[in-house]
């Protein structure tokens, strides 16, 4: 893969990351659940959702047991082709757990996504886990 496609598309893909990153960081699911298209899917081993209510329950079911979250990516590419575009990125996750666990992660999103509305979101996410340090 690689970066293609208008610089302007690519810096506000970029930017999607960051928003992205910063609401894991923060737990705010309204900020999280805007990074999203109107009919997203997110694929992880935490669960599969299709559509913005089935993310909010995942997400509900997440932050339920987690009581902070550390959420940071690095992306590797970047197509844009119009309204589309793909994109991947590797992760590093390291969350501290109501009852007492640190989870820490690092896994690659591959994704999709579509410009609605003049903004950048996601549509079809999918986490490959790579590095599992104990949940």
Known sequence: MAFTGPVEDRLAIRELYGTYSGAGFAGDREAWLDCWADDPIWITP?????????????????????KVMAF????????????????????????????????????RYDDELVKQGGKWRFKRRRFTMHIDEGA
């Open 46 to 66: 935490a669960g599969e959702g299709e559509g913005v209510e089935a993310l909010k329950v995942i997400w509900d079911g997440l932050w339920s047991a987690i």
């Open 72 to 107: 940071s990516a690095e992306i590797t590419a970047i197509q844009v082709d119009w309204n589309f575009a793909t994109s991947c990125a590797y992760c590093r996750e390291v969350s501290n757990w109501k009852d007492g666990k640190t989870v820490r992660i690092i896994g």
